[in-house]
């Protein structure tokens, strides 16, 4: 299902990681009439963007410099703490008075508190708006945001995240608590991955037909979204990665850190 397509005709957003996720969010945008700035440390990533249109920044600081909201989409916290305050031509330095940095990756809630701590006194408002859905999702504008930060703020950026999102929740006025809830959430995904290649494979060895199995589980208790989503294209002999395993080998850690105290299924997952 394709989102109803608002415009946003004349707004200036910036990306920062143009990757599987930050690109197709930037033709979204590009498709309801934004006026898209992007950054990657890949030019190869910024090159299909730039042929629709799409305007290339030297640097973090230049983007923001161009733009009403800034998107970051990058792997980790390392790299928005690279972005922002360490790599020449760093964002943080030039971001203004009224500056609004939403972070869509995931990453741990003390991570989101402290970038929205350091960059408070400037007058900036940091989002905590971590993304769910894959590329494709986020492509169709029908991916699932998570949303904490400043009320107004969140106000302010609202027909963005229509625009970008099929859904979004409000997790609350702190940010950090909306990457708790992303990392809660991809905690069950890997979970529920790992254990339904586990069920999978011991069905295949009792001479099951992995159609069958799908179809079985898709209808009764033991289904899950992320069964539901990889069983097609397993049963259709699709590897194709869709993202890195390492992304959510990385979230996992995440969620194994936010607990301080031992997730036994999440770490056998892990």
Do not use: Y
Not at 70 to 94: H, M, N, R, S, Y
């Amino acid at each position: 299902m394709t989102a109803t397509t608002p415009t946003l005709a004349g707004l200036r957003i910036g990306i920062v990681g143009v990757g599987n996720m930050g690109g197709a969010i930037a033709h979204r945008l590009l498709d309801v009439g934004a006026e898209v700035w992007v950054r990657d440390i890949r030019p190869e990533a910024e090159a299909p963007l730039a042929a629709r249109g799409a305007r290339v920044a030297e640097s973090p600081a230049t983007l923001v410099c161009e733009v009403e909201a800034t998107l970051v989409v990058v792997v980790d916290a390392a790299q928005i703490e690279a972005l922002l305050f360490e790599e020449t031509g760093a964002a943080a330095p030039v971001l203004g008075s009224g500056s609004v940095v939403l972070l869509l990756s995931t990453i741990g809630p003390a991570d989101a508190r402290r970038f929205a701590t350091a960059l408070a006194g400037r007058g900036v408002a940091v989002l905590d708006a971590p993304i769910s859905g894959g590329p494709a999702r986020a492509r169709d504008g029908t991916m699932s945001l998570m949303l904490a930060g400043d009320p107004a703020a969140c106000a302010a950026v609202a027909p963005l995240l229509a625009a970008i999102s099929g859904r979004v929740f409000r997790i609350g006025a702190e940010p950090g608590q909306a990457a708790a809830m992303k990392l809660v959430n991809n905690l069950l995904a890997g979970v529920n991955l790992a254990a339904a290649a586990e069920a999978l494979a011991l069905g295949r060895r009792a001479g099951l037909e992995l159609a069958t199995m799908l179809d079985v589980i898709g209808a009764s208790s033991g289904g899950s979204w992320m069964l539901a989503d990889r069983g097609p294209r397993l049963l259709a002999g699709d590897d194709v990665p869709r993202a890195p395993l390492a992304i959510l080998a990385k979230d996992l850690g995440l969620a194994l850190a936010m607990a301080e105290a031992p997730l036994p299924f999440g770490a056998a997952a892990s």
